[in-house]
């Protein structure tokens, strides 16, 4: 069975209309979630804790979309 890992993570932005943190070093690392619905649950609670700060956004990465594993990886990507 294949796992669709999602990450949730968020932090203060320098301009709300865009994507930039204002400093990584304080970004919120809310966890890694084995599914979509549960990374949005913790996504949902995380945006409703910060929703009177405009600056702060929350997100969903889509980890599982990162790496294909049936693809072979060069000895280089494999290191990082």
């Known amino acids: 069975m294949t796992q669709r890992l999602h990450l949730v993570f968020g932090g203060e932005l320098i301009d709300p209309s865009k994507s930039a943190f204002k400093d990584v070093d304080a970004i919120d690392i809310v966890g890694m979630f084995p599914d979509y619905a549960s990374a949005f649950d913790a996504w949902k ?25 049936e693809a072979e990886s060069s000895p280089t990507e494999e290191l990082g």
């Open 45 to 69: 609670a995380a945006a409703q804790r910060t929703v009177d700060n405009a600056h702060m956004r929350y997100y969903i990465a889509h980890i599982h979309r990162l790496r294909d594993e």
